[in-house]
């Protein structure tokens, strides 16, 4: 098992920045991969960005890329996603994710570790 635990999440205006950090413990050398997602109200889990285990491939959807930027520090088992330029439709529950199984996954049944969720709500 791996456990999650997500942070960093808040209130900020548009245009503002946010950093969320994920922190991973258990059975971590077992993960492949680890991804942020999020989910407005109404609205389904959507993949927002990935990185490998070992920290040297990324992947972004289209909406954050140029905005997000992850990255990972294996020696405090944590991941970050550092969000700038925000927009109120970046607002949503961001949740961390993690996939024993898959090294280049984007959908969420493929990750088979989940953290709580931070809340991030940018106003206009």
């Known amino acids: 098992q791996v456990q999650l635990v997500e942070s960093g999440g808040g209130l900020v205006q548009a245009g503002g920045s946010l950093r969320l950090s994920c922190a991973a413990s258990?059975?971590?050398?077992?993960?492949?991969?680890m991804a942020w997602f999020r989910q407005a109200p109404g609205k389904e889990r959507e993949f927002v960005s990935r990185?490998?285990?070992?920290?040297?491939?990324?992947f972004y959807a289209n909406s954050v890329k140029g905005r997000f930027t992850i990255s990972s520090d294996n020696a405090k088992n944590t991941v970050y996603l550092e969000m700038t330029s925000l927009k109120p439709e970046d607002t949503a529950s961001y949740y961390c994710?993690?996939?024993?199984?898959?090294?280049?996954?984007?959908?969420?049944?493929?990750?088979?570790?989940w953290g709580q969720g931070t809340q991030v709500t940018v106003s206009s």
């Open positions: 994710a993690a996939s024993s199984t898959y090294r280049n996954a984007v959908m969420p049944r493929s990750f088979e570790f």
């Open positions: 258990g059975r971590t050398l077992s993960v492949y991969a």
């Open positions: 990185i490998s285990w070992s920290g040297d491939n990324t």
